[in-house]
């Protein structure tokens, strides 16, 4: 038999930790039937024959649903037939913050759940001066109370062996309604009182009805809230002391260093720059490792299998297309160690401190930097993590402005093209022109969404008052394993997500690539080597003009030829059209793309030779066709246009609407086409 | 006074707080008539506010503060 554990609690207990030291590597991310939010669950044995499934829930202040990690949460706890229904819940406090944490788990035991409360940091003890009586707190509460921690591993086997004994424990609510308002509990229990204050649903619970208006049952939600503080309050004068004369100076010393209005922004700045070049320069050795692994691999598949369709499908469509995937990898995984260092280590905290006041004139909170800065490696996790942000406008503008930020899908076709049109000179002597205009892309990206933003805000009406209310965690010492298993956990959810569409996309377009009518496709040997008789080409260049025949012919080559029209008064032709039009699924494929309809054998990301042979590429009339209006147009589209296929479904599921998905789609494209016109006709 | 006029380093008790103008989440998160508030620091633009209510950290917006009534403690002299 299984049973279903869930780990609930306050943000910044450590329940992540709890969660990996009890199912060490057994877990899965999962969704939620519906909606996409992170759930994990692990398989954790307690004893000979105890099987346990660990669910691990967003953390939560209350069981009153203040943003959407809140509501996924209660859709677990409240619904008897959610597939994560627990049989018991293990509430995960700190020792810091017992007395907040506490909150939560007297609304948990007040559910009925069998309850066990796990007090986590328990290494901290000594050092914060604080002292925690077990017995008195567990003979209180009611409940079986176990001090651990995740650091020196203290106390888990307790805590799974409180855990195997849950059908023992004591179920009866620990908070008496009548205490909040004798007449108006007379006779309601818990959960009614849920129906009627949050509109709760629970199976077999009658509505209630009671002529009383929104304020008044505010006033009664507050006095509840009121009335659990003081228990718990009660409970710690017996059960917890804290010596204050133990110091926790520096940590004051390093907020007032890191909120400083000169010192925390420069520091900010620093760590942001610290982020971006590894993202750029550590990632490069394994990138181009993949790469060129990948580009063996295809060839030795061409090489070693029977020629005919299945090992073209498979040397062209497949394994670039998880090449295309693989590639990404380094640096999602080494921007969520960063993301992961700056959570766990508190010091996001305090860049939405900084950063909130900054933010608000475009409609934004500070809690949208994580999502703008997350951006930048890629929209998809990015757009996710804005989840906690409680204020339904100021989410929705944050999703909606984060493609804007430069995603390192953009990074490849940006390379491309400022190598192409700008001049390999300095600036002052000492700043590279081209390194300039890649920083100018990032600020662009930035600006745009600010901006956007900002427009935003004229046009969304403000359905509830904006606040922000967050809680300043204590610095820690990161642990190795949570951001080991975060690294993990997200690049497997990016790999997962965004690789089967760009699978799926890859093989679509090498078929498309490379079939065509039989009249003009089939017959490209014989017309080419036809139209070239006499010019003595050696075989690699009829090879080369043989490969661009039969794409300009294919299915994707007629499609390019009839979209080139849309893309001429940007300066496009018909090559670069299909590039484009094919960046519409992943903008990552343009520069590959590029490299084929250039008559080039694309073997991995060789941009030196691409970059030649475009540069060789000439108009009818003689002239360069990457000129700088043309590569300044090029720009403009890819900064700005919604070309993620991925980014549209995670919208889509994020946002719960098609109409704000089109609105960005739409938008973004239209921003994009016309800023690029306008440059190019303006260069031209 | 209002909580937003506290000074870096003082002390104060949460008297009444507004529940129709406030989130819930405010008093979930231990700020109600009783609880003991510090200003510990402001953000370098004025907001927001970086408090300790009860000895545990919060920060709320300078709006959010303008409307909880407090009543500043001053330890040593008292009637001041």
């Known amino acids: ?684 | 006074m209002k909580l937003h006029e506290l000074k870096p380093g003082q002390k104060a008790v949460v008297r009444h707080l507004d529940v129709d103008r406030l989130p819930m989440k405010l008093v979930e998160m231990g700020c109600f008539p009783g609880s003991e508030v510090e200003l510990i620091l402001k953000a370098p633009l004025g907001d927001p506010y970086y408090l300790r209510i009860d000895g545990m950290p919060l920060c709320i917006r300078k709006d959010m503060a303008m409307q909880v009534d407090v009543e500043l403690l001053t330890y040593g002299i008292h009637g001041s």
């Open chain 1, 1 to 684: 038999m299984e049973v279903k554990v869930a780990l609930v609690g306050n943000p910044n207990v450590g329940k992540t930790s709890v969660f990996n030291t009890l199912t060490g590597l057994n877990q899965k991310v999962g969704n939620y039937p519906g909606i996409t939010v992170d759930r994990k669950t692990g398989v954790s044995r307690m004893g000979d024959t105890l099987k346990v499934r660990i669910i691990d829930l967003p953390g939560i202040y209350s069981i009153q649903p203040n943003s959407r990690d809140e509501e996924v949460v209660l859709e677990t706890l409240f619904d008897r037939h959610n597939t994560y229904y627990p049989d018991v819940v293990v509430v995960v406090t700190e020792v810091e913050n017992l007395k907040r944490n506490l909150l939560l788990f007297t609304q948990i035991k007040d559910l009925g759940f069998p309850t066990v409360l796990a007090i986590n940091m328990a290494d901290q003890l000594p050092v914060k001066g604080i002292r925690i009586d077990l017995e008195a707190l567990s003979e209180k509460l009611r409940t079986e109370v176990v001090l651990i921690s995740t650091r020196t591993g203290q106390g888990i086997s307790q805590l799974k062996a409180a855990i195997s004994r849950y059908v023992e424990a004591d179920k009866r609510p620990l908070l008496d309604l009548a205490s909040v308002d004798e007449t108006y509990f007379r006779s309601m229990d818990y959960k009614s009182w849920l129906t009627r204050s949050q509109g709760a649903v629970f199976e077999g619970v009658e509505p209630v009805s009671d002529g009383l208006s929104e304020s008044e049952i505010k006033r009664l939600q507050q006095k509840e809230t009121v009335r659990r503080y003081q228990q718990i309050g009660e409970v710690l004068k017996a059960a917890y002391t804290k010596d204050a004369s133990v110091a926790t100076g520096w940590q004051a010393r390093a907020d007032r260093l890191l909120t400083h209005r000169v010192w925390g922004y420069l520091i900010f700045f620093a760590v942001m720059m610290l982020v971006f070049q590894a993202i750029f320069s550590w990632s490069s050795i394994p990138m181009d490792w993949i790469d060129e692994k990948f580009a063996q691999l295809s060839a030795w598949v061409s090489a070693t299998l029977p020629e005919g369709k299945f090992t073209e499908l498979l040397a062209e469509g497949v394994i670039p297309g998880i090449g295309g995937v693989v590639i990404f990898i380094p640096q999602i995984a080494i921007l969520f160690m960063f993301i992961a260092l700056l959570e766990e280590s508190g010091y996001m905290s305090r860049v939405v401190f900084l950063m909130d006041k900054l933010m608000r004139p475009f409609g934004l909170s500070g809690k949208s930097v994580v999502p703008l800065i997350s951006g930048v490696a890629c929209a998809i996790p990015a757009i996710m993590s804005a989840r906690n942000i409680e204020n339904s406008r100021e989410r929705l503008i944050t999703m909606l402005v984060t493609p804007f930020a430069t995603c390192s899908a953009r990074i490849p076709v940006y390379v491309i093209i400022i190598s192409l049109v700008i001049p390999e000179q300095m600036v002052f002597g000492f700043i590279g022109l081209q390194g300039l205009v890649m920083t100018l892309m990032y600020f662009l990206g930035f600006l745009a969404a600010l901006t956007t933003a900002w427009l935003l805000k004229m046009v969304i009406k403000a359905r509830s008052r904006s606040y922000l209310i967050i809680e300043m965690p204590p610095y820690r010492r990161p642990l190795l394993k949570n951001v080991l298993s975060t690294m993990v956990e997200k690049t497997r959810a990016f790999v997962e997500g965004a690789g089967k569409i760009i699978l799926a996309l890859s093989v679509l377009l090498w078929f498309l690539g490379s079939h065509g009518p039989a009249s003009t496709f089939g017959k490209a040997e014989e017309t080419v080597i036809e139209n070239f008789a006499g010019k003595n080409l050696s075989d690699d260049e009829l090879q080369d003009e043989i490969e661009g025949y039969k794409l300009r012919n294919s299915y994707i080559g007629i499609l390019g030829s009839g979209i080139e029209p849309v893309f001429r008064p940007l300066g496009y032709d018909w090559k670069i059209s299909i590039a484009v039009l094919t960046s519409f699924a992943a903008r990552e494929v343009f520069v590959g793309n590029l490299a084929t309809l250039y008559n080039i054998g694309s073997h991995g990301e060789e941009e030196t030779r691409i970059v030649e042979r475009m540069e060789q590429e000439r108009r009818p009339d003689g002239s360069r066709v990457f000129d700088l209006a043309t590569g300044v147009s090029l720009l403009l589209f890819y900064a700005f246009a919604m070309q993620c296929i991925s980014t549209v479904a995670i919208m889509r599921r994020e946002t719960n609407s098609w109409k704000w998905t089109f609105i960005q789609i739409i938008f973004m494209t239209g921003l994009a086409y016309f800023s690029a016109m306008l440059a190019y006709n303006l260069l031209k």
